[in-house]
């Protein structure tokens, strides 16, 4: 990511997360409206799961500028979601609705340039978590 993109994503977080609560809500209903079958992944509490949500997304926001210190995290996070029946192809449905969501709290300040940026970080952290969740499936096959 440039450093533009960084700053971009750094500022339009801070002006979502006096909305975090109602933003997390947001994006699980957008989540299970683009794909109702992702409901059933979810055992907890959905506010309790929007506070990790948002703790998790303030982590990475703030390590943008040194993602390497975040892998072995999303890696980890990666491979837990593989045992929650996280799929490849769920990571789309998820990008999308964070997109939308974050579109949806910020109005006009959600710039083609903030989409951008926003992309670019999630595209980032989901192929690392995608990996991380491979290789985690397939040791687990060859152990088996």
Known sequence: MTPRQIELVRVSWSQVL????????????????????LASLFKSDLRAQGRKLTSMINTV?????NLSTLVPA?????RRHVGYGVKSAHYDTVGEALLWTLETALGDA????TREAWT????ILSEVMQ?????HENARALAS
């Open 131 to 135: 990996s991380a969740a491979e290789r």
């Open 18 to 37: 006096p909305v975090a609560e109602q933003a997390a809500a947001s994006f699980y209903g957008r989540l299970f409206t683009l794909d109702p079958s």
């Open 120 to 123: 670019r970080a999630y595209v």
């Open 110 to 113: 959600f710039t083609a340039d």
């Open 61 to 65: 926001v703030a390590n943008l500028s």
């Open 74 to 78: 999303i890696e980890d996070l990666g």
